[in-house]
């Protein structure tokens, strides 16, 4: 399982050339599934030459300001099951043990759980299951925290995973969701130029060459649309971030990451009314 480009920009969940692993899965197995089928193809990421967490190398401010937003929507709160679903190698597992007392990471490619189990050695209790978004198998509302992150840039149609996470959610549960936000500060700033307005579904950014069935899709989302494909799954969202408020390859360069981190917590939250980031995070419940 950025943004505005990020599982994001070169994922496609394009990632940079693979470092030897643990265990490597060279054939798709039952992670990869057509849109004949209902579900979404997750076989690029079984593909050898790709390894996500070569990926995150380099991108310690967008990790730290990712764990930043969880924290800061999750606060003293502790769930019995938590699950991270398209949670790749478990890059985030680990710190949702801090609230949870079972975490589940639900991945649809075998090799990113491949990857996980040596990631994941010293964490034992963290469980791994080979699971699409729209089949999460979990039984009715037994998950009270279901966290997704960098996985919706791959889901023009969120409605089949947002019904099922609808589904396995419990009554009192959270459902964190973060996605790839293209009414970011500079494509408003771009289109109100051009006195266009900003698209409500979601746009696809794959160069064109990347533009065939060959290719995970690769879309940002207009958050505005999302709450309202939330509505209709009978989920409202709670409360809302502005994350990766500063992310920029030649900021990144110059800035002291500290630096950084410290402008990112002071906006996170004042940013988030405007949609200013290119990564948003939503707090999601249950409509009562």
């Known amino acids: 399982m950025s943004k505005t480009t990020s599982k994001k920009s070169t994922k496609s969940k394009s990632k940079a050339p693979a470092k030897k692993v643990a265990k490597t899965a060279t054939s798709p197995t039952s992670s990869t599934m057509t849109e ?5 193809k997750a076989d690029q990421y079984n593909d050898p030459k790709h390894n996500y967490r070569d990926y995150w190398q380099g991108r310690e401010y967008e990790d730290a300001a990712e764990r930043m937003a969880i924290k800061r929507m999750l606060g003293s709160k502790h ?16 710190f949702l043990e801090n609230y949870a007392d079972k975490v589940t990471l639900a991945e649809p490619s075998q090799q990113q759980l491949d990857i996980a189990e040596d990631f994941l050695k010293d964490h034992p209790k963290i469980d791994r299951k080979l699971l699409q978004a729209a089949d999460l ?24 995973e947002l019904q099922e996470i609808a589904r396995v959610l419990s009554d009192d549960g959270y459902f964190l969701m973060e996605f790839a936000n293209y009414t970011h500060f500079r494509n408003r700033l771009k289109y ?70 410290s402008a990112e917590r002071l906006t996170q939250k004042p940013l988030s009314g405007m949609y200013f980031g290119p990564s948003i995070f939503f707090l999601v419940r249950k409509a009562k």
């Open 36 to 40: 004949q089928s209902g579900l979404r």
């Open 79 to 94: 769930f019995h099951h938590a699950v991270d679903v398209g949670g790749g190698y478990g890059r985030l597992c680990i």
């Open 137 to 160: 198998k979990f039984p009715d509302g037994s998950v009270d925290l279901l966290t997704t992150v960098r996985i919706w840039h791959h889901i023009p149609d969120p409605a089949p």
């Open 192 to 261: 109100l130029l051009k006195g266009k307005k900003l698209p409500s579904k979601p746009v696809d950014i794959r160069s064109e060459k990347n533009r065939n069935e060959h290719e995970l899709p690769f879309v940002n989302h207009n958050p505005k649309t999302i709450i309202k494909q939330l509505a209709h799954a009978g989920l409202r969202v709670e409360s809302v971030l502005s994350v990766s408020n500063l992310r920029s390859q030649g900021l990144k360069r110059v800035v002291p990451k500290s630096v950084m981190l």
